[in-house]
């Protein structure tokens, strides 16, 4: 069964740090979305991704943060200065659909990033 | 607005019921409920669209109230594998790129 694959599993970084977590959707999946997660909290959303730009970014996404689609399998979630409070679980997830409609099938996650900034 | 969860935790042993309850305040196009293990990803259980339907999967169902803006999840004769942190994620929207907001997370917890 495909599935969303996410590297590394688990990057320790310092404070001011740049980071770059990277994701491999599920082919054929044309939305793309990055979570994350401070522990014992809730799935937060980040930033949402359609036909190579952003579709919609919470208030979490400031100017720090960007995505980008640098080839047809690749989609990447960059921190340029980390912050000790950007230590979290951050997920990306993908969607099918079309390209005229709706899509009814849900997100489906990655297995995760654990980013400690120190 | 994030949807509200209840109740927060739930502690069964094998083989009881539960059910997981998730409301909004604002209209909405879907609900999905994953469950999540400690570490892991969410994984995905299933996704009720607007229209009230109900859907199953093995022994865990699920329901959707449009009208009240509620969804509710059914575990039946709980296995240990159940155990988890149950999401519902809710869109308000039809359009693919929408975002699911989650609530925070019901805890459950199956005991021999």
């Known amino acids: 069964e495909p599935e969303v694959t996410q590297t590394p599993s688990h990057q320790v970084t310092q404070m001011g740090q740049e980071v770059i977590l990277r994701c491999v959707p599920i082919s054929n999946h044309l939305y793309f979305y990055w979570y994350r997660q401070i522990l014992g909290q809730k799935v937060e959303f980040l930033v949402s991704f359609y036909n190579n730009e952003i579709s919609e970014k919470s208030e979490i996404f400031d100017d720090q943060f960007s995505v980008e689609r640098p080839d047809g399998s690749n989609f990447t979630l960059k921190i340029r200065s980390t912050k000790l409070e950007d230590s979290a679980m951050y997920f990306c997830a993908s969607r099918g659909g079309s390209f005229w409609g709706a899509s009814t099938d849900t997100q489906y996650f990655g297995p995760g990033t654990r980013l400690t900034v120190l | 607005q994030q949807p509200v969860q209840s109740p927060q935790a739930v502690i069964l042993r094998e083989g009881e019921d539960a059910v997981i309850n998730c409301s909004s305040s604002k209209a909405l196009y879907s609900v999905h409920w994953y469950r999540q293990k400690h570490g892991e990803a969410p994984v995905f259980l299933m996704i009720?669209?607007?229209?009230?339907e109900q859907k199953g999967h093995e022994k865990i169902s699920a329901s959707f109230n449009e009208k009240k803006q509620q969804s509710s999840l059914y575990l039946t004769a709980s296995q240990l594998s159940y155990s988890g942190t149950y999401f519902c994620?809710?869109?308000?929207?039809?359009?693919?790129?929408?975002?699911?907001?989650f609530g925070k997370g019901t805890k459950l917890t199956v005991n021999p």
């Open positions: 994620g809710t869109e308000k929207g039809e359009g693919g790129s929408e975002k699911l907001v």
């Open positions: 009720l669209l607007k229209g009230g």
